[in-house]
């Protein structure tokens, strides 16, 4: 049993070889309809429960259809109709209980506090779907993305993040160290990546490179990254981040700052960040990135079940 919390937490070995059994998988299914599983079935009869804390569009589908895939089942909860915390149950009772019921739990939360104490409770995987601070199944899944269109490893590639320091570009600097690439990150002043991650990027022996100029950062890109400025449940002056983000938007002007190959990538869902002409031209491959996350998770559900071959 392996749980998959944070991609600095996890051996580069093995998060490379999760990528090589989701290419594996991708191609076994080209002519399999979405409902179909998968001929080796290796998760039958297996339960992922699956509980979200805050709202869920790409990772609810895609943990549903890997785990389906796969031979196995999903329910999902969401936490306001369990007795967890306003309904007076402990923590640790909500655990063992979904411990009796299912193989594996993968939970969307507004506190990393929690997924680490579901985890001392929990006697089967747990896997972090979205928290504060990590969204490592989302930068996995944008790895294997980015190795699938330019056809060479992303330690090959110059990666540049546009934007606000969140839990996504936590998961992309940790895997900038991982798997050794080249990292550049655009934001306004006081905006940059938290010191503590900052910290352990450099007890890791690796860089990443902040600018407060967005042409500066996106110079020379093969990969340019962004994301929503105002997350869910942000609770700031959202005018005034607004107007503190307006240079770096990503503009058919700030792309021309990349290489001429250069491919533009989204978690969605998207906001003002991103101009309409860069979001739907031939360099943003977003739907390509957000179908391989099933891809991605299924081999990820493997890897916390013990059956990654």
Known sequence: ????????????????????DARKRKKLRKNLNT???????????????????????????????AIKQLGGGTLTLRSNELHLGSGGETLDDTAKILSSYGDGFMFRTDSDEKIEKFKRYLSIPII???SPSSHPTQVLSDIFTIEEIKKKPISKL?????GDSNNVLNSLIAASVKFNFKLNVGCPKNFGPKKLVLD??????????VYDNPKNAIFNADVVFTDKVISLN??????????????????EKLMNFAKKDCIFLHCLPRGSEVEEKVFFSKQSKVWQ??????HVQKSILLYCFGKLR
């Open 1 to 20: 049993m392996k749980h998959f919390i944070n991609i600095k937490d996890i051996p580069v070995k093995d998060l490379k070889k999760i990528l090589i």
């Open 35 to 65: 409902l179909e599983i998968d001929k080796d079935s290796p998760l039958n009869g297996k339960l992922l429960i699956q509980m979200f804390e805050k709202s869920s569009l790409r990772t609810r589908l895609s943990f549903y259809l």
């Open 128 to 130: 972090n779907g979205l």
């Open 158 to 162: 110059n990666i540049t993040w546009i």
């Open 200 to 209: 352990w990027v450099k007890n890791s022996k690796k860089k990443i490179y």
């Open 234 to 251: 942000d609770k700031v002056n959202k005018k005034k981040k607004l107007f503190q983000f307006k240079n770096f938007r990503i503009t």
């Open 289 to 294: 990135q957000a179908l391989n996350r099933v």
